[in-house]
């Protein structure tokens, strides 16, 4: 299992950029990188994923160096909404890994 | 839709006593998770199913005990409660397993072991 590694809190202000990188030095080759977000009192919610370079969806950004040991995932223009904890998960593809782990996530703070 | 649901919301319990955790999901989905999130902290993984019939270990699995007789149904039972199983308790499911589908979770179940 590749293991992560986040920072443990974060704060920002509204309208900013928010960046949280994930490192995941021993990434295998079948390695998909998923990044999901957790609200007190709530499950997580699947936010984005991807496997290399760089993917976009309407709430976030993930961006996947070439050496893939590395992830940042980019939230523009954070609201106090976006006060959340956020998971990065490392998994490989197929029914080779079942066995999904989650680690203790990087609490993000917006302030106004 | 309901997607995944959990019950009960809330539970209380006495040491030793049993109970079940009830997961159901209306996605057709081949994999359920149950996960444990205690104060401040992330998931860890309890058991697993890729499918009916067929269950596994997470990584913290003792004292529970879970069984998959249909797709749409994983229950998570408490043999004998202990206080160290206070905690939030997330069901999960997705389509198939594998770190490429998306895990779609329940709204948890919240229990206290006196």
């Known amino acids: 299992l590749a293991k992560t590694t986040q920072p443990i809190s974060m704060d920002s202000y509204e309208g900013q950029e928010v960046n949280i990188t994930c490192s995941h030095n021993?990434?295998?080759?079948?390695?998909?990188i998923t990044w999901y977000q957790q609200f007190p009192s709530q499950g997580p919610r699947f936010i984005i994923q991807?496997?290399?370079t760089k993917v976009t969806n309407e709430v976030a950004s993930l961006f996947i160096p070439a050496d893939r040991k590395s992830s940042t995932l980019s939230l523009p223009r954070v609201s106090l909404s976006d006060t959340a904890v956020y998971y990065c998960?490392?998994?490989?593809?197929?029914?080779?890994?079942?066995?999904?782990?989650f680690g203790a996530g990087t609490r993000l703070t917006v302030k106004p | 839709n309901a997607g995944v649901t959990q019950t009960p919301k809330f539970q209380v319990l006495k040491t030793g006593q049993s109970m079940t955790l009830q997961c159901a999901q209306d996605?057709?989905?081949?994999?359920m998770s149950w996960y444990r999130q205690d104060p401040g902290m992330g998931l860890r993984l309890i058991h697993y199913?890729?499918?009916?019939?067929?269950?596994d270990q997470g990584e913290v699995p003792n004292g529970y005990n879970v069984s998959r007789s249909t797709t749409e149904d994983f229950p998570l039972r408490l043999l004998s409660a202990a206080p160290s199983q206070t905690s939030v308790y997330f069901c999960?499911?997705?389509?198939?397993?594998?770190?490429?589908?998306?895990?779609?979770f329940g709204p948890g179940t919240r229990l206290t072991v006196l």
């Open positions: 999960a499911s997705s389509y198939r397993a594998g770190g490429n589908n998306e895990q779609f």
């Open positions: 021993n990434i295998a080759t079948n390695d998909y």
């Open positions: 991807g496997y290399k």
């Open positions: 998960l490392v998994g490989e593809e197929g029914y080779n890994n079942n066995d999904m782990r």
């Open positions: 996605m057709n989905h081949e994999y």
């Open positions: 199913s890729v499918g009916a019939g067929i269950t």
